[in-house]
């Protein structure tokens, strides 16, 4: 009887390595993509919270809050003196995750009243822009009245 060796030959281990580089070569700008858009959707959220945050502690308070943004990587949460004498306590910061910012063309200082109502009174409803990488963003909008929402995704090349 003829002993056979048992293993697998040469030829077969690079098949299958291979393999695993093409399925690599496929997948791994796929879980990239997704990682830079799931950091934009975690900032926008993050956003939207703080802002929602300020018009709950200005209606709880029956006084004036709100956000700012004192670097584009950061969004200061704030409570202003019922007075209007001494300066706003930060109340809280939200740091956008590495490669997320907001716009340079975005307030940098959003209040709500004591009813949770924008003050002062804007014609528009105020928008910020939270950019990704490659051109992506997503849009927080708060209206006059207080409510805030949050865009899906866009990118800048497309519609």
């Known amino acids: 009887m003829r002993r056979r060796d048992s293993g697998f030959t040469m030829i077969e281990i690079a098949v299958v390595l291979l393999i695993i580089a093409v399925v690599a070569a496929f997948t791994v700008p796929q879980i990239l993509a997704y990682m830079r858009n799931y950091r934009l959707g975690v900032a926008a959220r993050n956003v939207a919270t703080a802002v ?5 502690l200005a209606t709880s308070n029956n006084t004036r809050a709100g956000i700012s943004v004192p670097e584009l990587q950061r969004v200061d949460i704030e409570q202003y003196d019922a ?3 001494g300066a706003p306590q930060n109340k809280g910061a939200v740091r956008l995750p590495e490669g997320v910012s907001i716009a340079t063309d975005a307030p940098r200082q959003i209040s709500f009243d004591g009813r949770g109502v924008v003050t002062p009174m804007p014609s528009e409803s105020p928008v910020i822009r939270i950019n990704g990488a490659n051109g992506f963003y997503q849009i927080v909008t708060i209206s006059p009245t207080g409510q805030v929402t949050i865009s899906e995704t866009f990118h800048e090349g497309k519609s």
């Open 83 to 85: 007075l209007g004498e």
């Open 52 to 56: 929602q945050r300020a018009r709950y």
